[in-house]
Nanobody
Framework: QVQLVESGGGLVQPGGSLRLSCAASETIFIINLMGWYRQAPGKQRELVATITSGGSTNYADSGKDRFTISRDGAKNTVYLQMNSLKPEDTAVYYC????????WGRGTQVTVSS
C-alpha cells in the first residue's frame, strides 16, 4: 500500500507563495496519475491539479497561471508551487495518487490571511 505524506502548508499573506510536497513511500513510477485536491470548510473536495507519469499536467481554472505541479521521480515526490495566493485558496490540501489503487494523503492546511 502506497503512503502519501504532504508537507509545506502553513499561514501566508495574500499574494504570497507556498510550495507543497507529497512524498510517496514507493516509487511514483507505479502511480500513473498524481495530483492535488483541496477542501475548504463547508465545501466539497475539489481538484487543484494533476500530473501523469509522462509529465502531462492539468489544472483547475482556480489555479491556472498561479499554480504549478511537478514531480521528481528520483525523490518519489510531487510538488505544488502556489503563487499569488488568495484568501479563497484557504483549504486543506490533499495529495492524490492513482495506480493499482487510489491513494490519499492526510492533508496539509493552507491558510491565506493577512
Amino acid at each position: 500500500q502506497v503512503q502519501l505524506v504532504e508537507s509545506g502548508g502553513g499561514l501566508v499573506q495574500p499574494g504570497g507563495s507556498l510550495r507543497l510536497s507529497c512524498a510517496a513511500s514507493e516509487t511514483i513510477f507505479i502511480i500513473n496519475l498524481m495530483g492535488w485536491y483541496r477542501q475548504a470548510p463547508g465545501k466539497q473536495r475539489e481538484l487543484v491539479a494533476t500530473i501523469t507519469s509522462g509529465g502531462s499536467t492539468n489544472y483547475a481554472d482556480s489555479g491556472k497561471d498561479r499554480f504549478t505541479i511537478s514531480r521528481d521521480g528520483a525523490k518519489n515526490t510531487v510538488y505544488l508551487q502556489m503563487n499569488s495566493l488568495k484568501p479563497e485558496d484557504t483549504a486543506v490540501y490533499y495529495c492524490y495518487g492513482l495506480g493499482r489503487s487510489v491513494y490519499w494523503g492526510r492533508g496539509t492546511q493552507v491558510t491565506v490571511s493577512s
